[in-house]
Nanobody, 120 residues
Framework: VQLQASGGGLVQAGGSLRLSCAAS????????MGWFRQAPGKGREFVAG????????YYTDSEKGRFTISRDNAKNTVYLQMNSLKPEDTAVYYC??????????????WGQGTLVTVSS
């Protein structure tokens, strides 16, 4: 599976961005997709996930209500809609895929990352 993330950029606090993760190589029907981020000087953290087979989603508490993960079966693409962005959301965002239906565990495939910068 090859993953291509895009959609990052510079946005003011309170603004919105939509990240995309296009997958190629195989269908994602049996995969769980996640969005992660890594802020400067910090470790990588999980942001949101979606089970491709039925669209079940999972969010960390800090993103719940502001971020929405979704998928487009026809385009083999996962999206992360980010609203009410805060400066602390500034990070490189990565999409990842793991075989199976669980949020937790080792992710097998990673995209290259897309930078999101939120100015105050």
């Amino acid at each position: 599976v090859q993953l291509q993330a895009s959609g990052g950029g510079l946005v003011q606090a309170g603004g919105s961005l939509r990240l995309s993760c296009a997958a190629s190589g195989r269908t994602l029907r049996s995969y769980y997709m996640g969005w992660f981020r890594q802020a400067p000087g910090k470790g990588r953290e999980f942001v949101a996930g979606i089970r491709w087979s039925d669209g079940m989603t999972y969010y960390t508490d800090s993103e719940k209500g502001r971020f929405t993960i979704s998928r487009d079966n026809a385009k083999n693409t996962v999206y992360l809609q980010m609203n009410s962005l805060k400066p602390e959301d500034t990070a490189v965002y990565y999409c990842a895929a793991r075989y199976g239906s669980s949020t937790y565990g080792k992710y097998d495939y990673w995209g290259q990352g897309t930078l999101v910068t939120v100015s105050s």
